[in-house]
């Protein structure tokens, strides 16, 4: 479906009743990252499952900032007729626009989920490799950039067709919705002065073998984040809810049943 929302058209999935969940994909992936939540979770929960500007379905723009981003989604929650709190699950680049949403619309969470993520800005050496990787996207599109995050997003041991297959959708994005992501990124808050300011329930995840967001930078989040409960997902890198599904379904079930 879409919503014309924030200026731009987004493409969204929805799916159940009751409490509104809100999923922020990652880099440079789509909405399609939480398919297998679905089942387990539509009985008792309404699962907003957006692409973000850029990816997926959603419209391409040149500015697509935490900022925009998180405008994006609340726009979308407005256009869904969710006034009330949201529950807002980020992964990675997710967690970077979930972090930014809390700080925008702190009265419109019930709950974070901060999944694979990281609370610490680009280095300035990150942000010119980022801005390398734009400008090589922008001329040779994104086949380079889908091999080589493959190959960092799962478990070692991961399927190979699981791996081949979320190359062949990387591969398919858009290289100036990657292009402006990347540069977007590399602008983004320090988030780590707003940890102490999160009073929401918060459940921080992330994959026991995640090369990219390990699990010692799940802990400094958990650490900042006052009551937190945090949870390390067995078999799982970067993308517990692609690679340990049923694994990652039961925490986040276990979380949202806790605030009802
Ligand atoms: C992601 O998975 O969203 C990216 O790894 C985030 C990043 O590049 O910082």
């Known amino acids: 479906m879409k919503a014309q929302v924030n200026g731009i058209e987004l493409y969204y999935d929805a799916h159940g009743s009751g409490q509104p969940v809100l999923f922020i994909h990652g880099f440079p992936l789509s909405g399609r990252m939480w398919k297998d939540l ?26 697509a900032s935490m900022a925009v981003c998180a405008e994006d989604l609340a726009g979308l929650l407005d256009a869904l007729g969710e006034a009330g709190p949201a529950v807002i699950v980020g992964l990675s680049m997710g967690g970077y626009i979930a972090f930014e949403f809390f700080r925008r619309h702190r009265g419109r969470v019930r709950g974070l989920v901060l999944a694979d993520t ?19 996207v922008l001329s040779a599109g994104c086949a380079e950039l889908a091999d080589s995050m493959a190959d960092k997003l799962f478990a070692t041991d991961a399927p190979a067709a699981l791996k081949s297959t979320w190359r062949g959708i990387m591969r398919a994005t858009s290289p ?62 970067h993308m517990p809810p692609v690679e340990q599904p049923a694994r990652f379904a039961a925490v986040l079930r276990a979380f949202l049943d806790s605030l009802t």
């Open 38 to 63: 679905v089942d387990p979770l539509r009985g008792r929960y309404r699962l907003i499952v957006p692409d973000l500007r850029g990816f997926g379905r959603s419209q391409v723009t040149a500015e």
């Open 118 to 136: 990281r609370a610490e800005p680009d280095t300035p050496e990150a942000a010119r490799d980022r801005e390398q990787s734009a400008q090589r």
């Open 176 to 237: 100036a919705g990657a292009a402006a992501a990347l540069r977007a990124m590399a602008r983004r808050a320090d988030s780590r002065p707003t940890l102490a300011s999160i009073d929401v329930p918060t459940l921080v995840v992330v994959g026991e073998t995640d090369v990219l967001t390990p699990p010692s930078t799940a802990r400094s989040i958990h650490q900042g984040v006052a009551g937190s409960r945090l949870e390390i997902i067995a078999g799982a890198g």
